[in-house]
């Protein structure tokens, strides 16, 4: 019998950590056969040529989709979807994959979906529902379920909104979110061996800030970004500071040389392309708050009870614990915001988003789903 084919599609660092697990679920089943398309930010040297964890990890990547071009303009996004739409077309051509599974939200993705659709191949899709009305990727996450055949989604309330858009309800699957599955598996670096491995000297306080462009708000990253900057010089040289790169999304590229010059003027500070999910992971363990709009301090800083101070309006609606703090992009609201982090008791807090078994769930679905015409012809379900 021949193995079904799941064809998992990564394009940044932050949702290949979601993926692993899953990823590691397909790759060890007999009955089913893995294939990766990579694309985006991991192939881009800016963004630390991520592919290369992939493989490091043990996966064989079957198509490199290169489609980011150098401008993150609103006009060169747009061309780097068209590129991915004409990369997906051949890829998928090429794998013929029974499954392809996508994640969230980012334009990449939509590329592919669109190819997707128009080969005929089934999509499950993981994270639809939820909301960020802050950024456009709210209407590319919704856009997605409306091409997607299975649902994966992360609470009951991003259920409910899936269902609402006139989806299967035998089709929408809330296993939570396999960021928990990292850190229920993860073996955690230590505090030593984190400030080997990254050159950091941890100080008396510590954050992990990523910060990422609103896409929809009214002001510029760079302006918004630049609050944030003064409100850490506000904290003093005792505050060290763990800054990620952004994603690859309109004016992304140009909060990079604002990071690098806090970081030479300021010694408690480092900053890297990338971490990869372990040590990424492991500072988060290790820091007094996450700061910034990442959905990693909604979505796993809660689990390991961790406060976050969430800036602007990018993660609006979405579901969050009692352990992230809002303010807006203002230094001094961020300033005491980040004070307020460092003195909450997040020990008793609940992650909304499950309890770390998604990825086995998810797999069992994609193995014994039946495919054909019956999951390929969807139906507008309305509610009763």
């Known amino acids: 019998m021949a193995k079904r084919k799941i064809c998992v599609v990564t394009g940044t660092r932050a949702e290949y950590g979601l993926f692993y697990w899953l990823m590691k679920e397909i790759q060890t089943d007999p009955e089913l056969e893995l294939q990766i398309i990579v694309t985006g930010m991991h192939l881009a040297p800016e963004f630390g040529l991520t592919y290369k964890v992939i493989e490091d990890d043990g996966f064989v990547i079957d198509v490199k989709v290169e489609m980011l071009l150098a401008s993150d303009t609103a006009v060169g996004i747009t061309k780097s979807m068209g590129l991915g739409v004409i990369g997906f077309a051949d890829a998928l051509n090429s794998l013929k994959p029974d499954l392809l ?41 919704h856009s997605i379920t409306k091409m997607a055949h299975l649902h994966f989604v992360s609470n009951d309330e991003s259920a409910a909104r899936v269902r609402q858009l006139g989806e299967n309800p035998a089709h929408i ?39 990422h462009p609103a896409t929809l708000e009214h002001a510029s990253p760079e302006s918004q970004f630049k609050e944030l900057l003064a409100a ?45 999910q372990l040590r990424y992971l492991s500072v988060m363990a290790q820091v007094d708050a996450v700061v910034g709009n990442s959905s990693s301090g909604l ?17 609006k609606g979405r579901l969050q614990a009692a352990s992230v703090i809002n303010c807006p992009a203002e230094a001094q609201l961020i300033t005491e915001a980040i004070q307020e982090a460092f003195a909450k008791d997040c020990s008793a807090v609940v992650n909304p988003f499950g309890d770390g078994d998604a990825s086995q769930k998810i797999k069992d679905v994609l193995k014994s789903v039946a495919l054909g015409e019956d999951l390929l012809k969807k139906h507008f379900w309305d509610m009763k």
């Open 299 to 315: 979505y796993e800083a809660p689990s390991l009870k961790i406060p976050t101070v969430n800036i602007g309006d990018r993660q």
């Open 173 to 211: 699957f809330n296993f939570g979110s396999t960021g928990i599955d990292q850190i229920k598996r993860l073996q955690w670096l230590t505090r030593e061996d984190i400030e080997q491995q990254l050159g950091y000297k941890f100080q008396d306080k510590n954050l992990l800030v990523t910060f």
């Open 232 to 276: 850490l010089v506000s904290l003093g040289p005792d505050v060290g500071v763990i800054f990620t790169y952004p994603n690859a999304d309109p004016a992304g590229r140009s909060l990079i040389p604002l990071i690098d010059s806090f970081v030479a003027d300021h010694l408690q500070a480092k900053a890297y392309a990338s971490l990869g």
């Open 101 to 141: 599974v996508l994640l969230g939200d980012r334009f990449e993705i939509l590329a592919a979906a669109q190819a997707a659709l128009v080969a005929r191949t089934p999509i499950a899709h993981m994270f639809g529902g939820d909301t960020t009305e802050g950024a456009f990727d709210e209407a590319i996450r």
